[in-house]
């Protein structure tokens, strides 16, 4: 969905209100003038048909109707029409034969009787001139809307910038926010109240995580020490204790399983520490690397382990000049995790299939005949299987190596074959 800026929203809501109030009010306005206009008219022909009756025709003869109407264009005594009603208004186009137009007129018909007979007097009013004022007072009404429009519109924008610099200056400095260099923006006191309380927010916000990275980043540095050093001792004691000469066979079988579980210890406390370092930024150094070579270096560093599982390793590598910039250990690490887990979770006589184009690999296994879950597979010690041996954090590192580096690795099941799809954003 396309993003609109908060200002142009804002806009938007205006224009649309601005417009279908132009849309009420103008047709509103002019149907209101008219009536007006048509009423003033009526009240002037009711005035004019009052005075006629009572200065003319009180006097006037029949004989003389005729000699009446050719001294009087705006009024005219015709024969009786037996309207039903004495007086009748209305509205009527004239037509000009001289310059060959219609014109607008209000008309009044009223019943008189003169000499004891009943007449209509017929009384007329051009209202060109007062419609052509009402069209232009009209036009004039909408060229003041649209000018109020507009006028919104720029003001709106001119004063856009000064209202809304210090949001921008705000998020300029909360974009240039390190966590790294331990350091908090300096925000300073705007004289806005709501975008004061957004600097006191994000500058409290920054302080509380500054000081929850410091913690984890002491706990890092810290537990390389505290946690490698007693099983570095622990597992130097295991090998003193297997040479010696009095063991029994049972003994030995123990000192075996107690030693397979330091050595796993080993590698949760080594991946932890990789995962901490990855989510606190202390991996930072980075280079250019070929995908090709070092998928096809771990498929040979990885090829007796293979061969031990009874797997069949087939590659497809479409494009052996895809590159990306990352830290080599982490890379490495990626490609190996997701290839160990082909292996790990695969079946005797199965097989591997690398695939590599259009800036994706795809590896490809068989194993169960399951979809796994794709919401636990990316969680840290979550095990698909209880049969497979493993720390439960190779996909979870795999998983936070392409978050680091924004990177999508993805898992899909289809056809009896599993697929993990790594894109690399090139």
């Not at 260099?181 to 004289?191: L, R, S």
Request: aromatic residues 10%; hydrophobic residues 45%.
């Amino acid at each position: 969905m396309k993003q609109k800026k908060l200002l142009n929203k804002t806009l938007h809501h205006y224009l649309v209100y601005g417009l279908v109030i132009a849309m009420v009010v103008i047709p509103v306005f002019y149907a209101l003038m008219r009536w007006y206009i048509i009423h003033e008219l009526d009240e002037f022909l009711m005035e004019e048909r009052n005075i006629t009756i009572e200065k003319s025709l009180q006097t006037l003869k029949i004989s003389e109707i005729s000699e009446w109407n050719r001294f009087n264009s705006k009024q005219i005594i015709m024969p009786d029409m037996e309207e039903p009603e004495d007086i009748v208004f209305v509205s009527k186009q004239v037509y000009y034969e001289h310059i060959q137009e219609f014109k607008p007129y209000r008309a009044l018909y009223s019943r008189v009787e003169i000499e004891g007979k009943n007449f209509v007097l017929y009384i007329n009013q051009n209202i060109e001139e007062f419609l052509e004022i009402l069209n232009f007072v009209t036009i004039f009404l909408v060229l003041l809307m649209f000018c109020l429009l507009a006028g919104l519109a720029l003001i709106t924008h001119i004063i856009h910038g000064s209202v809304w610099k210090p949001f921008y200056k705000t998020l300029s400095l909360t974009e240039q926010f390190n966590i790294q260099q331990n350091e908090v923006p300096d925000f300073a006191f705007e004289n806005i109240r709501e975008f004061d309380c957004l600097n006191s927010a994000l500058r409290k916000l920054m302080l509380e995580n500054l000081q929850v990275y410091k913690i984890q980043k002491e706990f890092t540095e810290n537990a390389s020490h505290e946690m490698q050093t007693p099983l570095a001792v622990l597992r130097s004691n295991l090998d003193m204790l297997v040479q010696h000469p009095d063991l029994t066979e049972e003994q030995t079988q123990i000192i075996q399983t107690l030693y397979e579980a330091i050595s796993r210890m080993v590698r949760i406390n080594k991946n932890l520490l990789l995962l901490a370092k990855m989510e606190n930024m202390q991996i930072r150094d980075t280079q250019t690397l070929n995908v090709a070579d070092t998928v096809e270096a771990t498929l040979e560093f990885l090829a007796q382990q293979i061969k031990t599982a009874n797997i069949s390793v087939e590659t497809r590598i479409a494009d052996r000049t895809l590159t990306v910039q990352a830290n080599k250990t982490l890379f490495e690490s990626l490609i190996n995790n997701v290839i160990i887990n082909a292996i790990k979770h695969n079946v005797s006589g199965g097989i591997i299939i690398a695939i590599l184009e259009d800036g994706k690999l795809d590896v490809v296994n068989t194993g169960i005949r399951d979809e796994l879950d794709s919401e636990m597979l990316f969680r840290r010690f979550a095990r698909m299987s209880h049969t497979t041996k493993g720390s439960g954090l190779g996909l979870a590192i795999a998983r936070q190596i392409c978050l680091l580096y924004g990177w999508e690795i993805n898992y899909s099941f289809a056809n009896g074959v599993h697929r993990f799809k790594v894109e690399f954003s090139v």
